[in-house]
């Protein structure tokens, strides 16, 4: 707990600048990750190996410290129950975090697509499972799960110092979201822009429907289930830290 706090307290007081830098090059990593699973994918057909692809951008948001929103419910929340931040704070990291990721992955995978025309129909077709895929429990659920993923992710990645673990962390965790067919806010939301930008029939109205349910699900299985249960786990010390 005390290592969680003393390593997220900096990225809630980040500037305004800082922060937008970081969360635009994390849509950036993301992106490229995602040029590694169409071209896997579009190769062998298989999600379980364009997921072990994907595995490369998590890798590069692990060494280059860069923000992927995902990636901030556990250790800014724990920060501000602790009361090292305000929920202000909270808010302006989320916010900043969020449109930082949407923005510099959707410019990218312009790039992408205007470099590769040979993904267009790959990336219509990935991105099209999302953009039409209706607002059902189920696909509420797969968006719970991966935000518990990638939560989980981060908990292992505070738990150790050992670089090793860390990276089969960010390797399975981006297996288990791509190769299963959870659906990651920011992750997806990339696969349906570069359809978007391939020429789909699909567009923004749709993302930002399938959007909406997608972070819904993110939010409660990485805060309501996740989170929620280390809080419990640590609370004593987090008690502790507001008396100081």
């Known amino acids: 707990m005390d290592r969680i706090i003393e ?4 990225r809630l007081y980040r500037t305004w600048p800082q922060l937008l830098a970081t969360a635009l090059v994390a849509g950036v990593e993301v992106a490229l990750g995602v040029l590694a699973l169409l071209t896997v994918y579009q190769t062998t057909g298989s999600p379980l190996l364009a997921g072990v692809a994907f595995s490369i ?3 590069a948001l692990l060494l280059g410290h860069a923000e992927l929103f995902t990636e901030g419910f556990l250790v800014p929340i724990v920060v501000v129950a602790a009361r090292q931040a305000t929920w202000r704070r909270l808010a302006r990291f989320w916010g900043g975090t969020l449109i930082g990721n949407l ?5 990218l995978m312009f790039v992408v697509i205007t ?3 040979g993904l267009h129909t790959t990336a219509v077709e990935m991105g099209g499972k999302f953009a039409t895929a209706p607002l059902s429990p189920q ?12 939560t989980l ?7 150790t110092d050992n670089d090793m673990a860390k990276l089969t962390a960010s390797a399975v965790t981006g297996f288990l979201i791509v190769g299963t067919g959870m659906h990651h806010s920011i992750l997806d939301s ?3 822009f570069g359809g978007i930008h391939a020429g789909a029939d699909y567009g923004y109205l749709e993302w930002i429907t399938w959007f909406s349910w997608a972070l819904l699900g993110n939010i409660i299985g990485g805060v309501g289930i996740t989170t929620a249960l280390r809080l419990i786990r640590g609370y004593a010390r987090i008690r502790e830290w507001r008396q100081t």
């Open 7 to 10: 390593k997220g307290r900096p």
């Open 57 to 59: 951008a998590l890798i």
């Open 103 to 107: 923005l510099g992955g959707w410019a």
């Open 115 to 117: 470099a590769f025309p």
């Open 139 to 150: 696909n509420l659920c797969l968006a719970v799960l991966a935000g518990s993923a990638i």
């Open 153 to 159: 992710m981060t908990r292992m990645h505070n738990g």
């Open 190 to 192: 990339l696969l349906i």
